[in-house]
Nanobody, 119 residues
């Protein structure tokens, strides 16, 4: 079955960087959109960034533009989220997801990885 396994979360200070990884398995992700959502305590899950597996085309939420970079390694079947200049408001559980639809509501989900940014 499809598995998305996130790693790389942790506790960092404001202004620091983290790189999240999402190892995907169980099927080919050709023609899939893959990316990241996040959910902060007491808030709804929100879109962060996505990448189209075939072309590498990317799309970002306004909150992520200029600070976060989503990328993928086809050979490793892995998607990354490089997060720079982290802010306390970036604190959330980050989820990897995959979807064939550009609507990107999430057909498959990982278990999430916690990112905590202290001020």
């Amino acid at each position: 079955q499809v598995q998305l396994v996130e790693s790389g979360g942790g506790l960092v200070q404001a202004g620091s960087s983290l790189r999240l990884s999402c190892a995907a398995s169980g099927r080919t992700f050709k023609s899939y959109f893959m990316g990241w959502f996040r959910q902060a305590p007491g808030k709804e899950r929100e879109f962060v960034a996505r990448i189209y597996w075939d072309t590498g085309s990317t799309y970002y939420a306004d909150s992520a533009k200029g600070r976060f970079t989503v990328s993928r390694d086809n050979a490793k079947n892995t998607v990354y989220l490089q997060m720079n200049s982290l802010k306390p408001e970036d604190t959330a559980v980050y989820y990897c997801t995959a979807d064939r639809s550009e609507q990107f509501t999430g057909a498959y989900w990982g278990q999430g990885t916690q990112v905590t940014v202290s001020s």
